[in-house]
Nanobody
Framework: QVQLVESGGGLVRAGDPLRLSCAASGPMFVNNAMGWFRQARGSEREFVAT????????YYADSMKGRFTISRDNSKNTVSLQMNNLKPEDTSVYYC?????????????????WGQGTQVTVSS
């Protein structure tokens, strides 16, 4: 069973950066998709970014391009999300997810494992 634990959330001001981390444990993958999603109160879960565990290929939601960067550290079994120039509308619970599919994917239903989420709050 794969387990994912997010960390790094908190309360920041608009314009600040924040880095989220996701520690993965359990049977690990070789060429699988990892992703970050977010869900604001009263909204559906939203795709943020995805990365391929093996080759590091990345794909972002259009609204995240240029501000958010997803990366992975295979030696530490971690996936990170660097968020810059945060805005109040970025306030959400951020979730790390792992898929048994190879490649990358932006679709929540294609992810098999989810972390518990970490709250990010951006004040204006």
């Amino acid at each position: 069973q794969v387990q994912l634990v997010e960390s790094g959330g908190g309360l920041v001001r608009a314009g600040d950066p924040l880095r989220l981390s996701c520690a993965a444990s359990g049977p690990m993958f070789v060429n699988n998709a990892m992703g970050w999603f977010r869900q604001a109160r009263g909204s559906e879960r939203e795709f943020v970014a995805t990365i391929n565990w093996s080759c590091g290929f990345t794909y972002y939601a259009d609204s995240m391009k240029g501000r958010f960067t997803i990366s992975r550290d295979n030696s530490k079994n971690t996936v990170s999300l660097q968020m810059n120039n945060l805005k109040p509308e970025d306030t959400s619970v951020y979730y790390c997810a792992a898929s048994r599919l190879s490649g990358t994917t932006q679709y929540p239903h294609e992810y098999d494992y989810w972390g518990q989420g970490t709250q990010v709050t951006v004040s204006s």
